[in-house]
């Protein structure tokens, strides 16, 4: 091999090693990006079961209840259309009827929402951008002390 062929011979070995990265990290995401969605969207959004998702909005008065252990049945409201939602495990303990919540986690095959994490709002004044964003989208008033970040 001359000197030309073997530089030409690294170089495209780095570039397949590259390609090869890439494609690999590409793969990584699609396998755990969670798309956004309020209740309103879900009926517009032809979703399989077991599609993950993020699920926001605003935990609907008078749905919390608690089951035996630490399951918590609950349901998210945009004010539109709601969602009935079942998680197990631990709530923030800012988790309450009538406060923006985020969770993530799949419809099951009875189209029940299983959520596997529950967020809530970090304090009184902030509401999730995403989720504020599409309430106000929907036409949903916001009291005006939400701060959008």
């Known amino acids: 091999m001359t000197r030309k062929q073997k530089r030409l011979a690294v170089i495209g ?34 979703l399989e079961p077991g599609t993950r998702i993020r699920l926001g909005g605003l935990v609907e008065a008078g749905t919390v209840k608690r089951d035996e252990g630490s399951t918590v049945t609950f349901t998210v409201t945009d004010t539109l259309a709601t969602v009935p939602v079942t998680y197990t495990g631990i709530l923030p303990d800012l988790f309450r009827e009538g406060q923006g919540v985020v969770a993530e986690g799949a419809f099951g095959m009875d189209g029940l929402f299983v959520a596997d994490t529950v967020l809530a709002k970090h304090d009184e004044t902030y509401m999730p951008k995403d989720v504020a964003d599409r309430l106000k989208a929907q036409g949903v008033e916001l009291s005006g002390k939400e701060t959008i970040k």
């Not at 090693?17 to 995401?29: E, K, R």
């Not at 699609?30 to 798309?35: L, N």
């Open 13 to 46: 070995g780095g570039v397949a090693f590259l390609v090869a990265a890439v494609l690999l990290v590409m793969f990584a995401f699609s396998q755990s990006i969670a798309y956004f969605y309020v209740p309103g969207d879900l009926a517009k959004a032809n």
